[in-house]
């Protein structure tokens, strides 16, 4: 495969790191101001959210998103992504990078471990790739209690570090009831 920087890799070259997925001994927990719980209607998951800082709406066009998010006045986006199917958490990964690979022609793995969030083990995946050259981010969280429960924020590239509080607050929300 030929990119738009020039550089190349063959086509059936792994883009997952096939090595065992780091462990995150950091204990992470919802906002202060993660006061609203979006729940899903198909397992028991949700996320809270800040209100004042998060819009949201249940997913109305076709897609696996039950329900869409936006950082207000902001280039910030997620969705959450409930189904009640369990899919083990490594193979998440692969799934998630390839869906990630069916828009990106560029699309990796930057980074994945496991983490504690609100007492619950998530895989966290952030991926990047292009399309048109635009490029963009994939950062979310993926559990497997009471089927898969995939929470994402999305945006470009260059915005990633500006908004790296607002994600992580964001997918901290995440929890079980």
Not at 49 to 62: A, G, H, L, T, Y
Not at 74 to 90: A, F, H, K, T
């Amino acid at each position: 495969m030929l990119y738009e920087n020039g550089s190349w890799t063959y086509k059936s070259q792994d883009k997952v790191n096939t090595g065992k997925i780091s462990i995150n001994k950091t204990s992470y927990k919802k906002g202060k101001n993660s006061n609203f719980l979006v729940k899903s209607s198909k397992t028991k998951a949700g996320v809270y959210i800040d209100p004042s800082k998060w819009s949201f709406e249940k997913n109305k066009v076709s897609g696996d998103a039950e329900y869409t998010f936006n950082l207000r006045g902001e280039d910030l986006y997620g969705q959450i992504i409930n189904e009640r199917i369990e899919v083990p958490l490594e193979t998440m990964r692969k799934l998630a990078l390839e869906n990630f690979s069916g828009v990106m022609s560029d699309a990796k793995i930057v980074k994945s471990d496991y983490r504690n969030v609100n007492g619950l083990e998530v895989l966290m995946v952030h991926m990047e790739g292009s399309n048109d050259g635009i490029k963009v981010f994939y950062y979310g969280y993926y559990s497997n209690f009471g089927g898969t429960n995939q929470l994402v924020v999305y945006s470009t590239q260059a915005l990633f570090d500006e908004y790296f509080d607002e994600i992580q607050t964001f997918l901290n929300g995440l929890i079980l009831f």
